[in-house]
């Protein structure tokens, strides 16, 4: 909530453009957050998904907290550049990407985010016991969405930091799908 409320009042008072800065900020913070979270919950064993253990609790915050900066960005989008205009964005999408119709895509994104985050919330142990699939189409699905808006549609800095972040989280998700090379009982002796 700091670092919210640090990256809100510092691109405030020190930007030029107020609403473009916010905007940005309140973007690149969430995706930090979603970043640390999915690094996270790679490193989940199976009792830590109830969100009992101390892993399994900050895995959830960190999610939680991706999400709660993503809904200050749309905020933010939508005060500063739509004037809380559906239409306004649907134009602004279409002039953009080319089609305006998937400022539908972002809203599936957002639902389904806060779906997710709402139901390891309110019934963990249902959230534990979900299907593998669920998680990897979500994540397939959010993944897509956020290479898109890094690297595919930014520039500079932003396309850099989301190659980065991508090539920290396939490194990490190799290492964590590598089969552990503990020696046997045979060989240890």
Known sequence: MGLLAAVVLLSRWLAADVGDTLTRNTVRLSLA???????????????????????????RWCWTWALACFWVHLAMAFHYYHHWSHADAFER????????????????????????????????????????WIDRLLHAFML??????MVVFETGPIRWAGLAMFVLLTLACTAARRPSRAPSPKSAT
């Open 33 to 59: 957050w979603y970043a640390v979270a999915l690094l996270s919950v790679m490193r989940l064993s199976p009792a830590d998904w109830s969100a009992t253990t101390a892993k399994g609790h900050w895995a």
């Open 93 to 132: 999408t279409r002039r953009v990407s080319g089609l305006g119709e998937g400022l539908y895509i972002s809203y599936l994104f957002t639902l389904l985010w806060t779906i997710d985050v709402l139901w390891w919330w309110i019934a963990p142990q249902g959230y534990r016991a979900r299907s593998a």
């Open 144 to 149: 897509f969405i956020v290479f898109n808006s």
